[in-house]
Nanobody
Framework: QVQLVESGGGLVQAGGSLRLSCAASVATFGSYAMGWFRQAPGKEREFVASISAWSGGITYYADSVKGRFTISRDNAKITVFLQMNQLKPEDTAVYYC???????????????WGKGTLVTVSS
């Protein structure tokens, strides 16, 4: 069982930055591909970014965040990060960290989920 705990959410003005962290509880963290997803009120959960297992040499981003968000991982700290720059009001959502055996952008394919952290971007 993999437990994931997100942190770093909060209130920020448009144009600002936040760094989300997701700490895992499993020693084999490096073997999991990791992803960030988000869900805004009244909307379905959507893909934000994902990173491959081990070295994290492969990353994918949603078009809406490409060039503004960066996903990274530190296997020694069993943590995955999401650096969010140039935030927009439409980025407001609950952000979830997830782990999977394969690198994917599909929420349904993720094996483990955190409980989420709220990001609010004011205009």
């Amino acid at each position: 069982q993999v437990q994931l705990v997100e942190s770093g959410g909060g209130l920020v003005q448009a144009g600002g930055s936040l760094r989300l962290s997701c700490a895992a509880s499993v020693a084999t963290f490096g073997s999991y591909a990791m992803g960030w997803f988000r869900q805004a009120p009244g909307k379905e959960r959507e893909f934000v970014a994902s990173i491959s297992a081990w070295s994290g040499g492969i990353t994918y981003y949603a078009d809406s965040v490409k060039g503004r968000f960066t996903i990274s991982r530190d296997n020694a700290k069993i943590t995955v990060f999401l650096q969010m720059n140039q935030l927009k009001p439409e980025d407001t959502a609950v952000y979830y960290c997830a782990a999977s055996a394969i690198l994917t952008t599909r929420p349904a394919a993720m094996d483990y989920w955190g409980k989420g952290t709220l990001v609010t971007v004011s205009s």
